[in-house]
């Protein structure tokens, strides 16, 4: 029996819990607490709290030990397992006087801590009508067996804990969610940062480990080809480490997450089959939490995140928080690396820019007997087109157009290659058009990678009143006699460059004299077609035009051809680069 004193000053002491436990709302701290004040309001010699986690198993982070100190057991018991398990699954308080005569005891905690247990009690801990774990005393002190009021006394204290620890895991919660939205705030901004995606990674981790109260983490990228995982940052492993350090999918933790595209929590590293226990770099806390970086279901890589400054274990609420960040960082990732693209596309771009303005003559050798009309509309910023005129001596003048297959950045990078090896011919080389192709044909052959090169080159003869000329795959120029009012196609015609070797081109010679007008031009322009490809531009129309300018000097000339192919099918896209070079015989 117990004097009503002792049971007033129990009552009281209670009271004085409860103000203390409902104070302290920080989870870390409430732990300890309570299992504190159970182990001294019980004058017991150790205690336990077990936290029911996911509906699915019992967790003991933390245990009071016997003589006050605080032991780390990271224990996990499913519901049902031992005393513990059998108090979450009946929600029924056990009360026992000799554990090692009780059938339901499991000695096996006792085994591997060295402490017997003697007598225990353990009580539920609800929250209204929901399980949130248990509490249990072991063991009163002086060798003396709880009774049926330490029981009750216990079940007042649980009541207590269990409201203190709802309104922490509230507050924790609270806290995480204000810390979520900041961080993805601060992601948000990073994805158009100027920051290389290293400098990203760094400070995302940095970012990620504060507000989840880590000391150690690594993101890593993944590697679809290889289906392996690469760091991207880490702390806790050094960045010489970086480059040896490759995780295959399915395997250790982070493949295991990549594998599955799953988020994971392991309370102990040391019990888990994932881990690799003989990896060079041990995690100080035996915690960790991981999740995968997943942007519209494809794998960029995986976050994991270790040794949490408290000293105790991550729990769901951290992993929920993690899986949160993950996916607002994995968006930040794959828009940083689409910027990244486009800032190094638009650098290349630039360059390739200045080199095909390089390329494209931007003055025309002046002379009495010529007059030239240019336009020219790559596609993109960049194209596959590029056009030169080159005065060779006193009467005779070189005239070149060219296409490379396709269009944008590629197409422009094999215009310059092929540029600047012709350029680099002999003069004796120039001085025939037959030689001239079939030499380009031998330099460009293999080295397009898959892509061709079509070019009309010929030589404009002012004494001898010619055109002496050879083509590979171009569309012939055609020719206009003003006074005749006519438009006829040279006759001369050769193979693509680049993809047949030794190959010959055939040399031809027309009449180019004073009235003439010679229009040079790429496909772009006859292939235009509408939108809806109900209306499409072609060779007879582009004559009629030709035809249609007779009175119109050659620039003009060549800009009113352009205008002629828009207005024809309603578009001002074209779906090629488009070059129109023409030559007047004056």
Partial sequence: MTDPQTSLSKFRSLLHISSILNANLDLHQLLPLIMLYSKDLLEAEASSLFLLEND????????????????????????????????????????????????RFNPSMDKRTGFKTKSLICVPLFVEDTLIGTLEVINKTNDRIFNDADLEYLVSLSEVAATAIQNANTKDSLDKRILELSLL???????????????????????????LGASSGTIYLANPAKQELGILAAKGIPEEAYDQIKVPYGKGVSGWVAEKKE??????????????????????????????????????????INNKLSGYAFQHSDLDLLTNIAAR?????????????????????????????KIMPSVLPKTKELQYGVSHIPLEQVGGDFY????????????????????GLSAAVLAAMSHMVLKNFEPEIKQSPSLFLTTLNHMLFGKLAGNFLTAFYGIIDLKNN???????GHHPPFLLVKETSSV????????ILGLIPDLFYEEKTFPFVTGNRLVLFTDGITEHMSKDHNKRYNDELFQKAII?????????????????????????DFADDVTVLLVDRV
Avoid at 62 to 88: D, F, S
Avoid at 390 to 407: C, K, N, P, R, W
Avoid at 560 to 566: M, R
């Fill in 185 to 211: 705030y601060e992601f948000e901004k990073l994805s158009v940062s100027e920051k290389s995606l290293n400098e990203l990674g760094k400070w995302m981790l940095h970012r990620v480990l504060e507000y």
């Fill in 263 to 304: 988020s994971l929590l392991i309370h102990n590293l040391d019990m888990d089959p994932r881990y690799n226990k003989l990896s060079p770099y041990r995690f100080e806390s035996k915690s960790l939490i991981s999740a995968p970086l997943i942007y519209q279901n494809e794998l960029l890589g995986v976050i994991s």
């Fill in 488 to 495: 006829t196609q040279l006759d001369v015609k050769g193979k």
């Fill in 56 to 103: 699915e198993f019992l967790y003991c982070e933390v245990a009071l030990g016997e003589k006050g100190e605080i032991i780390q057991e990271y224990a996990r018991l499913e519901l049902g397992e031992g005393i513990v398990g059998m108090v979450a699954k009946d929600k029924k308080p056990i009360a026992i006087e000799d554990a090692y005569k009780d059938p």
């Fill in 466 to 472: 010619t055109i002496r000329c050879a083509n590979a």
């Fill in 548 to 572: 249609n300018g007779i009175k119109v000097d050659a620039q003009n000339s060549a800009d009113n051809l352009i205008q002629s192919a828009k207005d024809y099918v309603g578009s001002n």
């Fill in 329 to 357: 960082l994995s968006n930040t990732i794959k828009n940083a690396q689409l910027f990244h693209q486009i800032v190094d596309t638009g650098k290349e771009l630039s360059r390739a820019k200045n080199i095909m303005q």
């Fill in 388 to 407: 030169d005129v080159t005065q060779m001596d006193e009467f005779q003048y070189s005239i070149l157009i060219a296409d490379i297959s396709g269009h």
